[in-house]
């Protein structure tokens, strides 16, 4: 069974930094390309970034908004995938979503979510 | 960045009533459009991907289409465990984004 299971959100203040961990288990981590998606507290859904597997260059595309402030980052020795969020903003409170597309999307959708980590922006 | 619209933005549906919701991307991305459900205080399942294929385990009653700009996903015979928000999402070209949301409620 996949298991993705976030950590590491908490209340943090403007200018902070958050580290978030997404701990994997139930398919092979480093074959899969990861995802991070968040949702602000009664928004939608909005795309955070992406990391490629080794084998497919283990690059990372990030969106507008966080790009230069968030950086993705996974160690396939501890099926671990992270965030690294500096600079932090209050429009960056939201829950972090981890997610990947193991079950047959080719990295295009997301099969498998978290449940996700909430943080709060906050002075 | 490719822009996803849906419509409506809230539909209150009688049970096994059909429920319609269309979702237009400001520019095609041919069948790379994807459908995600939450429930309140829930992660997000993925429904549909590249348009119309059903995800593993999802009723059959869930079923999309389109290509292109335009893209429709219909709940035939809605249940009241289908009450929720739906998402689509386009994957054609970074940055990926999502659509607004379509709020479905039971009436």
């Known amino acids: 069974e996949v298991q993705l299971v976030e950590s590491g959100g908490g209340l943090v203040k403007p200018g902070g930094s958050l580290r978030l961990s997404c701990a994997a288990s139930g398919f092979t981590f480093s074959n899969a390309w990861m995802s991070w998606v968040r949702q602000a507290p009664g928004k939608g859904l909005e795309w955070v970034g992406r990391i490629k597997s080794k084998t497919d260059g283990g690059t990372t595309d990030y969106a507008a908004p966080v790009k230069g402030r968030f950086t993705i980052s996974r160690d396939d020795s501890k099926n671990t995938l992270y965030l690294q969020m500096n600079s932090l903003k209050t429009e960056d409170t939201a829950v972090y979503y981890c997610?990947?597309?193991?079950?047959?999307?080719?990295?295009?959708?997301?099969?498998?979510w978290g449940q996700g980590t909430l943080v709060t922006v906050s002075s | 960045e490719i822009v996803l619209t849906q419509s409506p933005d809230f539909q209150s549906v009688t049970p096994k009533e059909k429920v319609t919701i269309t979702c237009r991307a400001s520019q095609s991305i041919g069948s790379s459009l994807h459908w995600y459900q939450q429930k309140p205080d829930q992660s997000p399942k993925l429904l549909i991907k590249?348009?119309?294929q059903s995800f593993s385990g999802v009723p059959s009653r869930f079923s999309g289409s389109g290509s292109g700009t335009d893209f429709t996903l219909t709940i035939n015979s809605l249940e009241a465990e289908d009450a929720a928000t739906y998402y689509c999402h386009q994957s054609s070209s970074l940055p990926f984004t999502f659509g607004p949301g379509t709020k479905v409620d039971i009436k």
């Open positions: 997610t990947t597309d193991i079950r047959g999307c080719g990295g295009d959708c997301y099969s498998d």
């Open positions: 590249y348009a119309s």
